[in-house]
């Protein structure tokens, strides 16, 4: 059993889902029987993590009365409330108290991918002892999301929206990362982006250039699966058929 902690992202508003999201919180909209965290939370218990931490926010109660404390799944959830919304890296750094071990497990709340993903990035960690490794999906437009430069199977550089056509790489920030808690001393000193938010990506890049950080990536191929449930035309293509499902199972 997986002995590491588990923190997934799922405070956000939606604010690309504004239907849905006045009545949903993003994490907790329903996929074919199931809230998408669900199908993450699967992923994650899949890989064997047992210990998961959910940082949330808006519409916080949805997600705490349905999963409550993990006992239905066999599992421990613990939450923590992300009050001022303020980045994927102002979220992480709210967990630093739980989490013991020098490393934990990472995901967004609103990225599904096969569980074999999860999986094959904990044992990345546990049979090539890794401090870091980040996952990339292939996209023709890294503009939407952040642009991670490789070479062979690490990362050189990751930069967080681009404008599209001046990174040359088809390598996405996929959502899925094992981390070091070397990140939190990072997360703690960051200044906020542009956008006013202490970020992830930005942190991963200071690391690598100025701390000598080595991150190993781990390349999904082209033709797998991968539902950004932030994307209300993705989100509502996954809800139209089922076929999907499948993709997820080994």
């Not at 218990?45 to 799944?73: C, H, P, S």
Request: one cysteine or more.
């Amino acid at each position: 059993m997986c002995i590491l902690k588990a923190v997934i992202l799922c405070a956000g508003y939606g604010k690309r889902l504004e239907g849905y999201s006045k009545q949903y919180q993003k994490t907790m909209l329903p996929l074919h029987g199931k809230p998408v965290l669900e199908y993450i939370l699967n992923g994650m218990i899949y890989a064997g993590l047992r210990d998961i931490i959910m940082v949330v926010g808006y519409k916080k109660e949805q997600i705490i009365n349905y999963f409550n404390k993990g006992t239905k799944w066999g599992i421990n959830i613990e939450y923590v409330e992300q009050n001022e919304l303020n980045g994927t890296g102002g979220a992480i750094v709210l967990c630093e108290s739980l989490i013991k071990n020098d490393h934990f497990y990472l995901t967004w709340g609103d990225i599904i991918v096969p569980y074999e993903i999860y999986k094959k990035v904990y044992l990345l960690y546990k049979n090539e002892k890794q401090d870091f490794i980040l996952v990339t999906n292939y996209t023709e437009d890294t503009s939407q999301g952040a642009a991670v430069v490789c070479q062979d199977d690490y990362c050189l550089d990751i930069i967080e929206k681009p404008p599209y056509g001046t990174i040359n790489s088809k390598l996405n920030n996929c959502g899925i990362f094992l981390l070091s808690t070397e990140i939190f001393h990072v997360l703690k000193k960051l200044e906020p982006s542009s956008r006013g938010e202490i970020e992830l990506p930005q942190a991963l890049s200071l690391g690598i250039n100025k701390l000598n950080w080595k991150i190993r990536v781990l390349k999904m191929r082209n033709d797998q699966f991968r539902g950004d449930i932030g994307n209300l035309k993705i989100y509502e293509k996954l809800k139209e058929n089922n076929n999907w499902i499948k993709k997820l199972i080994p």
